[in-house]
């Protein structure tokens, strides 16, 4: 926690570098003004003094407690706000809060990783994380899907994926643009191009609802358990302490229970893709 | 073509040993050159095919011969379904976006087979449902990140 005497003051942190990924997205690299230590998938809140916060999931390595590194997509008041901040800036994270990836059960297995728009900021995080236990892993693998190349969020990230032992990475954009002559069509095209022992894997979907829904039909179609498939919901996360409501789902809050579930857990819930 | 050739590719995996035959008797192979045009939207089509080697792109075309390209055809993958089924109109164009080649299997006598067969017209028709299930699905994932559902 941010302070242990008064879970709502958040932790200070200094604004290093702000990194424009996209048009819409930055990432903004922050050093808390101490360790501040998260497991891949949880979330924190993110906030500037005087406007407001956000919920957010870390997009750098778990492995790292003096640098936290959160993407965000301006969709709104406090995004936008976030946006025009320069680099020595000043703001506040809380958390971390919820449950995260259980990358424990994935040793020895074959993980597919399906992520669209900037659901690939948690799944960076993820990455991380699998890179340090990858010696007891059988093979990762990403399938990614962006608008157009443009709107594609840490470009360079797939070359060195591919340049790692166990690791493959493959992208398609829904609409070409000049000089792109990678594949077109939406991110679950490219589960037809994989090879993976299902038996032997998990599989983890994480983007916009829409994508969730549709990858998470595919990946069962391809012979997916509903217990060998984790979602990353997320569902206006606010309090981020099951306190005030606003991410319930179902029986579940999604700041506490989540907000990475497996299939299985939620999928009686007619929530879950709205 | 020999049989050995088909039990590469997915696409003709849980075929007998005859039933793989009957594909090679009715199948030539194609090459495509770069930007080359296989079909063209609303073409009369006779021949289903199945890509073998390269990249391929799907796409529409719209008013003031604009076009636009909705996806990717990948090794293995079956285009062209719409030479099984009348009015064996095309519903979208296919371009070489590498050097290409395919198997183009011919459609009135693959439909024959099927007419005679139901254990080979069963796995075909599933395999034929299952490309035209994901292209629809595709779609309706695409047509939703459009409208920003």
Same mark, same amino acid.
């Given at each position: 926690?941010? *302070?242990?005497? &008064?879970?709502?003051?958040?932790?200070?942190?200094?604004?290093?570098?702000?990194?424009?990924?996209? #048009?819409?997205?930055?990432?903004?690299?922050?050093?808390?003004?101490?360790?501040?230590?998260?497991? /891949?998938?949880?979330?924190?809140?993110?906030?500037?003094?005087?406007?407001?916060?956000?919920?957010?999931?870390?997009?750098?390595?778990?492995?790292?407690?003096?640098?936290?590194?959160?993407?965000? @997509?301006?969709?709104?008041?406090? /995004?936008?706000? @976030?946006?025009?901040?320069?680099?020595?800036?000043?703001?506040?994270?809380?958390? #971390?809060?919820?449950?995260?990836?259980?990358?424990?059960?994935?040793?020895?297995?074959?993980?597919?990783?399906?992520?669209?728009?900037?659901?690939?900021?948690?799944?960076?995080?993820?990455?991380?994380?699998?890179?340090?236990?990858?010696? &007891?892993?059988?093979?990762?693998?990403?399938?990614?899907?962006?608008?157009?190349?443009? *709107?594609?969020?840490?470009?360079?990230?797939?070359?060195?994926?591919?340049?790692? *032992?166990?690791?493959?990475? !493959?992208?398609?954009?829904?609409?070409?643009?000049?000089?792109?002559?990678?594949?077109?069509?939406?991110?679950? /095209?490219?589960?037809?191009?994989?090879?993976?022992?299902?038996? &032997?894997?998990?599989?983890?979907?994480?983007?916009? #609802?829409?994508?969730?829904?549709?990858? /998470?039909?595919?990946?069962?179609? @391809?012979?997916?358990?509903? *217990?060998?498939? !984790?979602?990353?919901?997320?569902?206006?996360?606010?309090?981020?302490?099951?306190?005030?409501?606003?991410?319930?789902?179902?029986?579940?809050?999604?700041?506490?229970?989540?907000?990475?579930?497996?299939?299985?857990?939620?999928?009686?819930?007619?929530?879950?893709?709205? | 073509?020999?049989?050995?050739?088909?039990?590469?590719?997915?696409?003709?995996?849980?075929?007998?040993?005859?039933?793989?035959?009957?594909?090679?008797? +009715?199948?030539?192979?194609?090459?495509?050159?770069?930007?080359?045009?296989?079909?063209?939207?609303?073409?009369?089509?006779?021949?289903?095919?199945?890509?073998?080697?390269?990249?391929?792109?799907?796409?529409?075309?719209?008013?003031?011969?604009?076009?636009?390209?909705?996806?990717?055809?990948?090794?293995?993958?079956?285009?062209?379904?719409?030479?099984?089924?009348?009015?064996?109109?095309?519903?979208?164009?296919?371009?070489? +976006?590498?050097?290409?080649?395919?198997?183009?299997?011919?459609?009135?006598?693959?439909?024959?087979?099927?007419?005679?067969?139901?254990?080979?017209?069963?796995?075909?028709?599933?395999?034929?449902?299952?490309?035209?299930?994901?292209?629809?699905?595709?779609?309706?994932?695409?047509?939703?990140?459009?409208?920003? +559902?």
């Amino acid at each position: 926690m941010a *302070d242990n005497t &008064n879970i709502y003051k958040p932790l200070r942190a200094r604004l290093e570098e702000v990194i424009e990924e996209s #048009p819409l997205i930055k990432t903004f690299v922050l050093i808390p003004e101490r360790e501040f230590i998260f497991s /891949t998938g949880q979330f924190i809140e993110l906030s500037v003094d005087g406007v407001g916060e956000a919920p957010f999931t870390p997009s750098s390595s778990p492995h790292v407690t003096d640098k936290l590194e959160v993407t965000v @997509m301006k969709t709104g008041y406090v /995004t936008n706000i @976030m946006h025009q901040l320069k680099s020595g800036a000043v703001m506040g994270i809380r958390g #971390p809060y919820g449950r995260g990836y259980p990358v424990s059960n994935f040793e020895g297995r074959e993980v597919l990783i399906l992520g669209g728009g900037c659901g690939l900021a948690p799944i960076r995080s993820l990455l991380f994380a699998l890179e340090h236990m990858k010696d &007891n892993l059988e093979k990762v693998i990403l399938c990614y899907g962006s608008k157009t190349p443009t *709107d594609c969020i840490y470009k360079p990230l797939f070359s060195r994926l591919n340049s790692i *032992d166990k690791f493959e990475a !493959y992208r398609t954009v829904d609409m070409s643009e000049e000089g792109w002559d990678g594949p077109v069509g939406v991110a679950t /095209t490219l589960l037809g191009r994989v090879k993976v022992k299902i038996e &032997n894997s998990v599989a983890v979907v994480c983007g916009p #609802p829409v994508m969730m829904k549709f990858g /998470t039909i595919r990946l069962l179609e @391809m012979g997916y358990r509903d *217990d060998q498939i !984790y979602l990353s919901m997320e569902k206006n996360m606010s309090c981020g302490l099951g306190k005030c409501g606003h991410c319930m789902m179902g029986e579940f809050f999604v700041c506490k229970d989540g907000p990475v579930f497996t299939y299985k857990e939620i999928k009686h819930n007619p929530e879950i893709w709205k | 073509m020999e049989i050995t050739d088909f039990e590469q590719i997915k696409f003709f995996e849980k075929y007998t040993g005859e039933q793989l035959q009957k594909i090679a008797s +009715v199948s030539s192979v194609k090459e495509f050159k770069v930007k080359e045009i296989i079909f063209e939207q609303y073409d009369e089509l006779t021949e289903i095919y199945v890509l073998l080697q390269g990249s391929l792109s799907l796409g529409i075309s719209l008013p003031k011969d604009k076009r636009i390209h909705l996806g990717t055809i990948e090794e293995g993958q079956l285009f062209s379904w719409s030479a099984i089924f009348p009015p064996y109109i095309s519903t979208a164009w296919v371009m070489a +976006v590498t050097p290409a080649k395919v198997i183009a299997i011919d459609a009135r006598k693959l439909n024959a087979e099927i007419e005679k067969d139901c254990d080979f017209g069963f796995k075909t028709m599933s395999k034929i449902a299952q490309t035209i299930s994901h292209r629809l699905s595709d779609t309706r994932f695409q047509l939703m990140n459009q409208l920003n +559902v």
